[in-house]
Structure formats: C-alpha cells, structure tokens
C-alpha cells in the first residue's frame, strides 16, 4: 500500500512538473520603435505575468544605454505568490518585490565613517610622464 501511495504521489509531482513546461502563451505583445524604444509582455495560462518598457539613451554618444523598467509574477511551487518589478539602466538593475530579501540597516558608526569619507576626499596628486 505504501508503495502504491509513493508511485501515486510520482506520477501527480510529474504531471504538476509536465503542466507547468507545457503552459501555453494566452498573451503576448511586442512592439519596437525606430529610435529604440521597446515593449513587450506575455501571459501564460499557469498565471505567469511579465511587461517590460526600455527606451535607448544617450543614442549618439560614445556611452549609448538601455533603460528598462518592467516586472512579473507568478506562483511559487508552495502557493507563494511572487511579484518583482525591476528598473534596469546605466545604474544596474534593482529589483524590489515582496519575497527578496531586505539587508540590514547600516550601523551609525559606519555610517558616520562613510559621510565622513564622502565629506573629506582624498588629495588627487598630479603624475607627469617621464619619457
């Protein structure tokens, strides 16, 4: 009987796990401009959710960058309900959601230490070139 329970609690995990690779696309968008601006998205019949908006910046410069801003959510294995939305630029990406981890907040003393260093730079010595 134990057994049967363990190949039964198999065959329902394979199929949850089949269901989920096999979910079909019930939406999806894309649309692009000519001077780099982009958006896209999709939906997916499992309740996966994701849009994205990213325009070029800087276009005609030596550093040209993708600025993006966009998010997704969907349902995690244990029925958690998962949602991050994320911004993407010349700054890195950072993403904020309800299930990433927050860090601590930064002891005074280091934080005074860290002012103190921003208020008072080190010298910027001149080399010159020997030749």
Same mark, same amino acid.
């Given at each position: 009987?134990?057994?049967?329970?363990?190949?039964?609690?198999?065959?329902?995990?394979?199929?949850?796990?089949?269901?989920?690779?096999?979910?079909?696309?019930?939406?999806?968008?894309?649309?692009?401009?000519?001077?780099?601006?982009?958006?896209?998205?999709?939906?997916?019949?499992?309740?996966?959710?994701?849009?994205?908006?990213g325009v070029l910046k800087n276009a005609n !410069?030596?550093?040209?960058?993708? &600025? #993006?801003?966009?998010?997704?959510?969907?349902? *995690?294995?244990?029925?958690? =309900?998962? +949602?991050?939305?994320?911004?993407?630029?010349?700054?890195?990406?950072?993403?904020?959601?309800?299930?990433?981890?927050? !860090?601590?907040?930064?002891?005074? &003393? #280091?934080?005074?230490?860290?002012?103190?260093? *921003?208020?008072?730079?080190? =010298?910027? +010595?001149?080399?010159?070139?020997?030749?």
């Open positions: 009987m134990k057994f049967f329970v363990v190949i039964a609690a198999v065959a329902v995990t394979s199929a949850a796990a089949a269901d989920e690779k096999s979910a079909q696309v019930v939406r999806s968008s894309f649309d692009s401009q000519p001077e780099g601006s982009f958006k896209y998205g999709y939906e997916t019949e499992n309740g996966i959710l994701l849009s994205a908006e !410069s030596e550093y040209p960058a993708v &600025a #993006i801003e966009g998010g997704y959510k969907y349902t *995690a294995p244990d029925g958690t =309900p998962i +949602e991050i939305t994320y911004v993407a630029d010349e700054n890195g990406y950072r993403p904020q959601g309800n299930f990433l981890p927050i !860090s601590p907040p930064i002891p005074e &003393a #280091i934080a005074r230490s860290l002012a103190w260093i *921003a208020a008072h730079p080190p =010298p910027v +010595e001149k080399y010159s070139s020997r030749n």
